[in-house]
């Protein structure tokens, strides 16, 4: 049972940062393509970022592109997910995701697994 666990999220003032961590368990992990999505209060769940698991490309919203960045540490099974320069409109639960087909990307309906999410707050 594939497993993913998200820490990081808190509450942090706008221009700020914050470094999220998703620790997967498996043992194929490092194929696997992983991706932050995340859901604010009455709105629809959106992409956010992802990685591959092959030659390690990423690829990122708009809205999040310069200010966010994806990583992973695969001897340590861990994607991360570096927040800077924040704003009040990042707010909301970050949710870590798997695909081991790697055919998901920026669809969320196509990954497999999927953390419990950690809350992200920005305050103004």
């Known amino acids: 049972q594939r497993q993913l666990v998200e820490s990081g999220g808190g509450l942090v003032q706008a221009g700020g940062s914050l470094r999220l961590s998703c620790a997967a368990s498996g043992r194929i992990f490092n194929s696997y393509l992983m991706a932050w999505f995340r859901q604010a209060p009455g709105k629809e769940r959106e992409f956010v970022a992802y990685?591959?698991?092959?030659?390690?490309?990423?690829d990122y919203a708009d809205s999040v592109k310069g200010r966010f960045t994806i990583s992973r540490d695969n001897a340590k099974n861990t994607v991360y997910l570096q927040m800077d320069s924040l704003k009040p409109e990042d707010t909301a639960v970050y949710y870590c995701?798997?695909?081991?087909?790697?055919?998901?990307?920026?669809?969320?309906?196509?990954?497999?697994?999927w953390g419990q999410g950690t809350q992200v707050t920005v305050s103004s």
């Open positions: 990685i591959t698991g092959t030659v390690s490309g990423t």
């Open positions: 995701a798997a695909d081991f087909r790697e055919l998901g990307y920026r669809n969320a309906a196509l990954y497999d697994y």
